[in-house]
């Protein structure tokens, strides 16, 4: 039977394409790059990777990757187009054409960037958008997979997982986390004692320079090589892909989630955990979550210990019945599985989900989140944690997560890549705050939660410089606005120490002019902004 609104939908359909089609083209901003794209891409093709703000797709394409509703509000900036480029050589001729034209151009993989520096900005720009480009080949013979910076670790994960049951990769528990700004921050997960971090396994990469040219390894040379495993990729260029190599897992590994409160000896927990989890068997991986709650009504802390071993839970209970003890950890707490299985039991997925869960590029909607970050070099004595329980509960809501380093990580020198954490750490804190309520006021309440605790922890932490991890992004720990080498020095000693120096030789040598910018990257020597 003839559909009798189907002539009104054609003739909707044929309106708003005109509609938009009319208002593209009295866009110049978007005539422009158009016409540049368009002397070495087809017109049909560059027409169908630019999104202006009169496209109707605008809005959606614009949130479907902000994780931080922070900057999902009306009065964030927003970027003047989204280039969503199908190849590589689209985004070649996104780079040469946006500084032909003059705008700034943001990079975003997974939208994970903590302050929304992939997204946002305070002068007109556009945003490269990269969730196309996320091709995942893996290659058994060699053990090595090829991996599309906008791809998820999510994606990456089943793959190798389809194409092994005993191969696995050293990157985040968080599975929409983008592959691009993931490697090029560094990179961490629950086989960090084992394995290291996610840059100790990159032997390959395909970038695209300020000049627009695609470079491998061998093209780039060893330093840009170098600075783009850990130093922030988007300093210094587009990230299209990274070679990696695979590493080794079991066929049977084991997890384990306890929780304590302040009356079931949790503070002597969290002493000894200060100095056994870095120490341990690299085999296992133990995280301390820290949370106020309440209980009858009560004020209190609490602590919950989550774990991998890469074994089974015979061996586990044996190694904490006698390294831990206090955690009195038997097997009916272990849970025997597969790699793939702890993967999801990480993200939060029930055991037994089926692994294409990982597909999800969309698991949650983005609610308001602050993170901060530092460094444990000295265990804090009990004490100090005594204190702490009561500065937690005074403040109400903000969380915080001790991820233990150690095994692997005290064996790479802290200048073989950018990420300078290595020996002497103990363990890493992530400062955690989330919030439901829109608004100024609601933000300044809940960050201000955050860096009191932090500025709590002072006399606890790393010093000269107070270190933090890059990954982590951080506005408080310094941001430049004429990219000049001394503001850059702020945050870029504490996000890499000593490595800062190399970073800024391989920016000057690279980038002297500073296409690839935000508020803390890598400056040249001498900036010309």
Same mark, same amino acid.
């Given at each position: ?25 009295s ?12 002397q ?29 509703a ?6 964030t ?27 700034q ?7 994970h960037? *903590? ?25 058994m ?27 696995g ?18 990179? *961490?997960g ?6 290291g ?11 695209v ?28 260029g ?17 997890v ?8 079931e ?16 068997d690299?085999? !296992? ?12 009504k ?17 061996s ?27 993967? !999801? ?21 983005a ?12 265990p ?5 944690l005594?204190?702490?329980w ?35 750490? !103990? ?27 932090h ?5 606890f ?51 002297p ?13 001498s900036?010309?902004?």
């Amino acid at each position: 039977m003839p559909n009798p609104m189907r002539p009104y939908l054609l003739l909707s359909l044929v309106f708003f394409f005109n509609l938009y089609h009319s208002m593209a083209v009295s866009d110049p901003t978007h005539q422009a790059l158009l016409q540049c794209l368009t002397q070495s891409i087809p017109t049909d093709t560059a027409s169908s990777i630019i999104v202006s703000k009169s496209n109707p797709s605008y809005t959606s394409v614009l949130r479907a990757y902000i994780r931080n509703a922070r900057f999902n509000t009306s009065s964030t900036p927003k970027p003047l187009i989204i280039i969503t480029p199908l190849d590589e050589s689209h985004v070649s001729a996104a780079v040469i054409c946006s500084r032909k034209l003059g705008f700034q151009l943001k990079i975003r993989s997974g939208g994970h960037d *903590y302050e929304g520096l992939s997204y946002v900005f305070d002068k007109p720009f556009f945003v490269l958008d990269m969730f196309n480009l996320r091709s995942i080949t893996v290659n058994m013979a060699d053990e090595t997979a090829w991996v599309g910076a906008g791809a998820t670790l999510g994606e990456l994960y089943y793959n190798i997982w389809k194409n092994s049951k005993v191969h696995g990769f050293p990157a985040g528990v968080c599975p929409t986390v983008g592959v691009g700004g993931h490697l090029s921050g560094a990179g *961490y997960g629950t086989l960090i004692r084992k394995y290291g971090l996610s840059v100790d396994h990159v032997v390959d990469a395909k970038l695209v320079d300020v000049k627009g040219k695609i470079l491998d390894r061998k093209a780039m040379g060893e330093d840009l090589f170098w600075a783009i495993r850990g130093g922030g990729a988007a300093s210094f260029g587009v990230v299209l892909s990274y070679k990696i190599k695979l590493v080794p897992v079991p066929e049977t590994v084991t997890v384990f989630r306890i929780e304590r409160l302040l009356t079931e000896n949790a503070t002597d927990i969290t002493f000894k955990w200060q100095t056994i989890a870095p120490t341990t068997d690299e085999n !296992l991986f133990m995280r301390m979550l820290l949370q106020p709650v309440t209980r009858n009504k009560k004020k209190t802390a609490r602590i919950t210990v989550i774990a991998l071993y890469l074994g089974d839970s015979d061996s586990l209970v044996s190694l904490l019945q006698k390294d831990f003890p206090e955690l009195s950890i038997g097997k009916s707490n272990c849970n025997e599985t597969t790699w793939i299985d702890s993967v !999801l039991w990480w993200a939060n997925f029930d055991l037994g989900t089926p692994p294409t869960a990982l597909l999800d590029r969309d698991l949650n909607d983005a609610g308001f989140l602050k993170r901060k970050s530092d460094y444990v070099q000295t265990p804090i004595p009990k004490s100090g944690l005594e204190s702490l329980w009561q500065k937690m509960i005074e403040l109400g809501k903000v969380g915080m997560v001790f991820n233990a380093y150690g095994g692997r990580m005290d064996q790479i020198k802290p200048d073989e890549t950018p990420f300078p954490h290595r020996a002497g750490n !103990l363990y890493k804190i992530q400062y955690s705050v989330n919030w439901d309520e829109p608004g100024n006021e609601a933000d300044k309440n809940f960050t201000t939660q955050a860096k009191l605790l932090h500025d709590f922890m002072t006399p606890f932490v790393s010093k000269n410089p107070r270190s933090a991890y890059f990954n982590y992004r951080d506005i408080d720990v310094g941001s430049t606005k004429k990219w000049s080498y001394e503001e850059g020095k702020v945050y870029g000693e504490s996000y890499f120490n000593g490595n800062y120096e190399r970073l800024v030789d391989v920016k000057t040598a690279v980038d002297p002019n500073n296409f690839f910018r935000n508020e803390q990257s890598i400056p040249p020597r001498s900036s010309k902004i």
